[in-house]
Nanobody, 123 residues
């Protein structure tokens, strides 16, 4: 089992910055991706950013150039640096970890979610 604890959400004005953190605990092994999704009121949860165990990052087009993702494997933390926040960035942000194991010819995976942290951007 893997537990995820997020922090760093809050209320900011448009144009300001926030940094979200998510700490993983439990059996992650060595091959696990860490990422962020968000869900705005009345909308489906959407992908924001992900960083693989080989440190390859993927960023959604809607936040590219404003958000960056990074991870600290020694502490099992993933960060989401959010700059130039806009009104439509308002959402609950969820940490996501996917743990993988097994041989190359048959890889298993297990997905975990945090409880979510609220980010509210005001004008």
């Amino acid at each position: 089992q893997v537990q995820l604890v997020e922090s760093g959400g809050g209320l900011v004005q448009a144009g300001e910055s926030l940094r979200l953190s998510c700490t993983a605990s439990g059996r992650t092994g060595r091959d696990y991706s860490m990422g962020w999704y968000r869900q705005a009121p009345g909308k489906q949860r959407e992908f924001v950013a992900l960083v693989s165990s080989s440190y390859t990052a993927s960023i959604a087009d809607s936040v590219k150039g404003r958000f960056t993702i990074s991870r600290d494997d020694a502490k099992k933390i993933v960060f989401l640096q959010m700059n130039s926040l806009q009104l439509d960035d308002t959402a609950v942000y969820y940490c996501n970890v996917v743990v993988r194991w097994g041989p190359v010819e048959r890889t298993y995976s297990q997905e975990y979610w945090g409880q979510g942290t609220q980010v509210t951007v005001s004008s």
